[in-house]
Nanobody
Framework: QVQLVESGGGLAQAGGSLRLSCAASGRTFSNYAAGWFRQAPGKEREFVAAITWSGLRTYYADSVKGRCTISRDNAKNTLYLQMNGLKPEDTAVYYC??????????????????????WGQGTQVIVSS
């Protein structure tokens, strides 16, 4: 198993930036593909970005493409989400997630919450206009 703990959320102004981090512990983090999801009040959890275990391939939701960058440092067992040009609609609880390395995944599954086995507790992001 792998345990995930997010940090870096907070209050930001529209147009500002935040960098979220997700510290992984337990099994070797480099074995896992990983992603970021978010959930606003009254809405379903939605995909933000994903990255393969190697970090060579990244995937983004259209709503954040060009504004967010997902990255990972496997030596530090840490996943990151750099968010620039923040908008009020980015306000949500942000979750990091990791896949089950024992299960084959496809690109499509990286876009769905069901494609991930391990989840952090979330970090709140609030963007004021």
């Amino acid at each position: 198993q792998v345990q995930l703990v997010e940090s870096g959320g907070g209050l930001a102004q529209a147009g500002g930036s935040l960098r979220l981090s997700c510290a992984a512990s337990g099994r070797t983090f480099s074995n896992y593909a990983a992603g970021w999801f978010r959930q606003a009040p009254g809405k379903e959890r939605e995909f933000v970005a994903a990255i393969t275990w190697s970090g060579l391939r990244t995937y983004y939701a259209d709503s954040v493409k060009g504004r967010c960058t997902i990255s990972r440092d496997n030596a530090k067992n840490t996943l990151y989400l750099q968010m620039n040009g923040l908008k009020p609609e980015d306000t949500a609880v942000y979750y990091c997630a990791a896949t089950d390395p024992a299960i084959s995944i496809t690109i499509a599954t990286l876009y769905r919450p069901s494609g991930y086995r391990y989840w952090g507790q979330g970090t709140q992001v609030i963007v004021s206009s």
